[in-house]
């Protein structure tokens, strides 16, 4: 009645990954790889389960008694169809849960579990900045003059840690809620950018060529005349009611773009403009679709792309870091 | 750019986890929890995730060109509303996976793994074989003459061990299709059961107070008259098409229990009988429901328990392993 054991997982902690993904040339094969990633998600080559959901409504509260809870954990899983692996991601925080997460790297030849990575989340934050990387390099305009960066959190930091490996651009214009965290933000980035900060986010519109939105919003920051040309990269609104930019301001834009066309609808920075109908599914491509070729207009004044997150990208960041062990 | 890393997960070798479940009091204890768990589970207590099946029919195949593909692996994920704990389990097989599996333990408080249990899939064994002896213990006759157990393989043997906790019964009517595999089971339990074997299956539903059926058919192998008072445990159909019992058997209860009355009509035995409409789901009973109270009549003649597996026991045999390490 016993069972055999062939085999037990590799557990990497938390510095191993750290040191793996502070080697020199990480973001660079990052990029790349999540770029193949979208071409493979884009193709159908990708097998994307339906994302469990613990702690949220309808479901129990995970802490009881907590005023404002917003607790939650999400399992997503998926792989590559021919692919070595399929990846189960365990994500948890809001509060009053502290953000963390794992990943497991799984053999799709055994079924069995490789490596467990205690990444406490950044491989997360990793795949998304390089996803931001990935759309200024393929829907950036050829000529970057001022980056704006809405948002003063660890994101927007990542962010612009993978943008110094597409454009060599280095003046920011820098937009947050509370001013102590832009006045660091300002002063950690000063040996590498040229900060500047403003107290008016529509001056982002009128002076940069790439603006990163990483907040957690829920109301509209973004609205007002485009100068152009610009790329708007929208990374805040990964859930449903979530939102940085307003309608109008979506509805202005001459080109759409977006990691996944079902993920837009329901929890991206589309999901409002295109329940309002002020733009149709029909004219948002998938990033995929473009770097695989599907022809963009270069008279393009504005093009936004919206980011909520596809487990593709946990895919490619979880094989890549363990393969690098 | 640092998280900080609280505390990292006790990983749980496969042989810790068989010598805790080979400790004199393990098998009550779980009997006990699982029934427990049953009520949790029909009083609404339980916070269910939807399945996610990878390798399976829509998905990609996680292995290329075997005759026969089977494989698939299921991620199921929930938790006891105010308890300590969720339990996220892996479980894969079918052909050419050789069978695994391992259960997480998470803190519903903190959101993070505390435990990995690498138990390979015997836990899922166990808490299975528990959920049989919970229904014999509620549902059986006062009086058991004879048990029959249809079936040669791990389950099979996991359910003796459970039954001897809660009757005296030794003696076993054995049927299986293998012939070779009854003698080696027949020899294996020699000491512990007076085994008698037969080739007639419906020679179990004259003979046997209780039958257990453990087998993967497709296709219903009882049928036949019934003497009575009998209680049959139906473990094998566990997922869409699996069947033991033929409808014209199941429709001769005149009590019908099953462990979810979601799962029995998509994945469990009573699905055939549903479908044609044999049996109505408003006679069907929760075990949960059982135990807690709602009456049995005394003058069943034939009382069918209907397992086809549900979380809740994967969370209580996971809790149980876990605080006892």
Same mark, same amino acid.
Request: charged share 20%.
């Given at each position: 009645m016993s069972s055999s054991t062939t085999g037990t997982p590799q557990i990497v902690p938390f510095p191993e990954i750290e040191r793996i993904t502070q080697d020199a040339s990480f973001d660079s094969k990052l990029i790349d790889a999540i770029a193949q990633g979208f071409v493979d998600f884009s193709s159908g080559k990708f097998n994307l389960c339906p994302v469990q959901t613990m702690g949220a409504p309808p479901m129990a509260p995970l802490v009881e008694g907590v005023e404002d809870y917003?607790? &939650?954990? %999400?399992v997503k899983s998926g792989y590559v169809t021919g692919d070595a692996y399929f990846v189960i991601k365990v994500a948890s925080g809001g509060r009053p849960l502290q953000n963390s997460g794992l990943m497991q790297v799984? $053999? &799709?030849s055994t079924g069995r579990l490789e490596a467990l990575l205690l990444d406490e989340g950044i491989l997360t934050e990793l795949r998304t900045a390089a996803a931001g990387a990935v759309a200024a390099k393929f829907l950036g305009p050829s000529t970057v003059k001022c980056i704006g960066m809405m948002g003063t959190g660890i994101q927007a930091r990542y962010q612009l840690r993978y943008l110094k490996q597409v454009t060599e651009c280095r003046e920011l214009l820098l937009w947050g809620r509370? /001013? #102590? /965290?832009v006045e660091e933000l300002k002063e950690e980035l000063k040996d590498e950018w040229n900060v500047r900060v403003t107290e008016a986010p529509q001056e982002l519109l #009128? $002076?940069?060529?790439i603006i990163v939105t990483t907040t957690c919003a829920r109301e509209a920051l973004l609205d007002g005349p485009v100068t152009g040309p610009l790329l708007i !990269? %929208? !990374?805040g609104a990964d859930s449903v009611g979530k939102r940085e930019l307003s309608t109008d301001l979506v509805s202005k834009a001459d080109c759409l773009v977006c990691d996944s066309n079902l993920q837009t609808q #329901?929890? @991206?920075e589309f999901q409002h403009a295109l329940r309002e109908n002020k733009v149709k599914l029909a004219s948002v491509q998938e990033? @995929? &679709?473009v770097i695989n070729g599907?022809?963009?207009?270069?008279?393009?004044?504005l093009t936004i792309f919206d980011s909520s997150g596809v487990a593709i990208q946990d895919c490619v960041v979880a094989k890549m870091v363990y393969e690098s062990l």
């Open positions: 917003a607790a &939650q954990v %999400c799984y $053999s &799709q509370t /001013k #102590e /965290k #009128e $002076s940069c060529n !990269i %929208c !990374i #329901e929890r @991206g990033l @995929g &679709q599907t022809g963009l207009s270069n008279n393009r004044n």
